[in-house]
């Protein structure tokens, strides 16, 4: 994750044709996040989830239904269910 000063440096430094790998070993940061940025898959001040993350928070996630025997879906607190909050799973029971 890059504060947006950082990303703007990088825009600026790109838009003046300096290349990708010479942003990133100017400014500290591999060619990938300069690349990542400048692409925009990437958000200045959000950290990306990685898919290895994402695929253990849905197995967890499937292993707790199966133990709890709650349904799947968004846990607001109302009925069972289970959910992802802030990185979390949470269970919610009535």
């Known amino acids: 994750m890059l ?3 950082r990303v703007r440096q990088i825009f600026t430094l790109s838009t003046a044709g300096m290349p990708v790998r010479a942003i990133a070993r ?3 940061h591999s060619p990938q996040t300069v ?3 400048l ?3 990437r958000t200045p001040g959000v950290r990306a989830v990685s898919c290895a993350r ?3 928070m849905r197995m967890t ?3 707790m239904v199966r133990m709890c025997g709650c ?3 968004p846990a607001d607190g109302s009925r069972r269910g289970l959910g992802v909050r802030g ?3 949470v269970v919610s029971l009535p």
């Open 26 to 28: 100017q400014l500290g």
């Open 87 to 89: 990185g979390a799973v």
């Open 61 to 63: 996630a499937s292993f």
């Open 71 to 73: 349904e799947e879906g």
């Open 35 to 37: 690349r990542a940025y």
């Open 3 to 5: 504060p947006p000063d």
């Open 54 to 56: 994402s695929f253990k």
């Open 39 to 41: 692409h925009q898959r």
